[in-house]
């Protein structure tokens, strides 16, 4: 048993959950303040082979923010891209209206160092993904305040995928006045907020957006400032958050059409080496499940509803004879149907591409565990076919854990309760004495309070339900931390 802490309850949960969750085991053993860990994970010089193939990336990602934002926005932002050196970008996110405490605690946590430096560390950059439904565990259709839900979209699309929907109309009090008829549950101080924020959102100039992905990203960035007191707002690094569905897309099509030798085309194209890969990753998480329901064969289909269509692989197409989706396992089908917004890559195949092959230095929640058992699995069998992108895959860190409990207040009893975004909005802001707290104690002790999570979590991903055991713990036991901060 490792000593990670001594409180011998914590210690032996702590050891259960590594039985699954191996690369936890180095978070419950930090002694890193959040500032020098942010530091750390943001510091990464890769080797120049992925550096180089970074630079298409790169250049879609200026691309993508030179379209969204006009000239005036654009002279603001300060985002470095500098080809020298290596990306580093969150990977955790689902794109949608800043809400959930635990997808603004990846952005706190993983750029901690730098939130009230913007004059010299610049802005966040930062990924979310558009391969989720609207109506999903973290973003039920809009947004959170004191508890009560604001439904933005309608219950009729709450399966449809992010990527690829059309701009929309957000029209927050007129949605509550004249369609919820939820406005009269409000208080006058939550009515005066969400005025304040539906009049930001429609000051905002949405020309240049194309999407509803679009919209999100910009309203993040105009929202994003409100999470701080207006005291230290001036200060405050702002938040890009990038919906990178479209540039994963666009970065594979140029892999798919330039690189044939590539371990990306062969492991899709090559019989022999793609049926190693299928073989391999059946049963694994992010991947597949031969002859079940579960995961899908290298990419989703998106059907006439932007809904999610599971693929299999048989006979040369990429079949779903339910959703009626037919598709020649093709390079040039393939990429035909990217271009259409018909197909996305799934979750195996997206890091493959831009964790193995690229580079990314990808900050992750608990998903630490599934790229770290990807990243050997692929080196293993890279091995044999492709032995130097085996050796250069070795050196893509992937060791960041960045969600942890840290939006927390307490509500008019006393009790600590999770804050969502507009939930701190409303109460005026984070302030600097919060985050100077938060520096006060180390990684280790963050890891505490999610413990019971994390062990459900592993036992559901990685274990099997007859190994769970009874942990010494219980959840007010592991709030106890909390207390001392909030």
């Known amino acids: 048993m490792k000593n990670f802490y001594e409180d011998k309850k914590l210690n032996e949960a702590a050891n259960e959950v590594i039985k699954y969750l191996s690369s936890l085991a180095p978070f419950y053993a930090s002694q890193e303040t959040l500032s020098q860990y942010s530091r750390r994970v943001n510091s990464y010089q890769p080797l120049k082979i992925h550096l180089d193939r970074q630079e298409r990336f790169k250049q879609k990602i200026k691309e993508k923010i030179e379209r969204l934002f006009n000239k005036e926005e654009l002279a603001d932002i300060k985002i470095n891209l500098d080809n020298n050196q ?14 959930h405490p635990w997808l603004l605690a990846i952005h706190l946590v993983s750029n901690f160092y730098k939130l009230l430096h913007r004059d010299t560390e610049g802005d966040i950059l930062t990924f979310a993904t558009g391969n989720v439904p609207l109506n999903e565990p973290f973003r039920r259709r809009g947004f959170m305040l004191n508890g009560k839900k604001i439904n933005l979209f ?49 000051g905002i100039d949405f020309s240049t957006c194309q999407y509803l992905g679009d919209q999100l990203t910009k309203i993040n960035y105009y929202l994003w400032p409100y999470l701080f007191e207006e005291k230290i707002r001036n200060k405050v690094t702002h938040l890009m958050v990038i919906e990178y569905d479209d540039i994963v897309v666009d970065y594979l099509i140029d892999v798919l059409r330039n690189e044939p030798e590539s371990f990306i085309y062969q492991m899709l194209f090559n019989d022999k080496f793609r049926q190693k890969i299928i073989t391999n990753f059946s049963g694994a998480v992010g991947a597949w499940v031969e002859d079940g329901a579960v995961g899908t064969h290298f990419f989703w289909g998106l059907d006439d509803n932007n809904e999610h269509v599971r693929l299999e692989l048989t006979a040369g197409y990429l079949i779903n004879l339910e959703a009626s989706f037919k598709l020649a396992f093709t390079p040039e089908a393939i990429i035909a149907k990217l271009k259409e917004k018909k197909l996305l890559p799934g979750m195996f195949l997206k890091f493959s591409l831009i964790m193995l092959y690229m580079g ?18 692929m080196i293993e069998i890279l091995k044999d076919d492709f032995p130097q992108e085996a050796k250069w895959a070795k050196n893509v860190p992937v060791d960041s854990m960045n969600l942890i409990a840290i939006c927390q207040g307490r509500d008019e009893q006393g009790k600590l309760k999770e804050l969502h975004a507009f939930d701190i909005i409303y109460r005026g802001g984070f302030t600097k004495e919060y985050f100077d707290k ?44 909390l207390e001392k901060i909030f």
């Open 86 to 99: 290596g990306l580093v970008g969150g990977i955790v996110d689902h794109h949608g209206i800043l809400d």
């Open 154 to 202: 309608p219950k009729d699309d709450k399966n449809k995928i992010v990527y690829g929907l059309p701009k929309y109309n957000f029209n927050i009090v007129k949605h509550l006045q004249e369609e919820s008829h939820q406005w009269h549950t409000f208080t006058e101080k939550e009515q005066t907020l969400l005025t304040n924020i539906d009049g930001l959102i429609n």
């Open 360 to 377: 990314l230095r990808p900050l992750a929640g608990y998903s630490i565990e599934y790229l770290t058992r990807i990243k050997q699995k």
């Open 438 to 481: 938060l520096d006060s104690f180390c990684f280790k002790d963050y890891m505490i309070p999610p413990m019971l999570f994390a062990y459900q979590y592993g036992i559901n991903k990685y274990g099997e339900a007859n190994s769970k055991k009874e942990l010494p713990i219980s959840e007010s036991y592991l709030q106890k931390f």
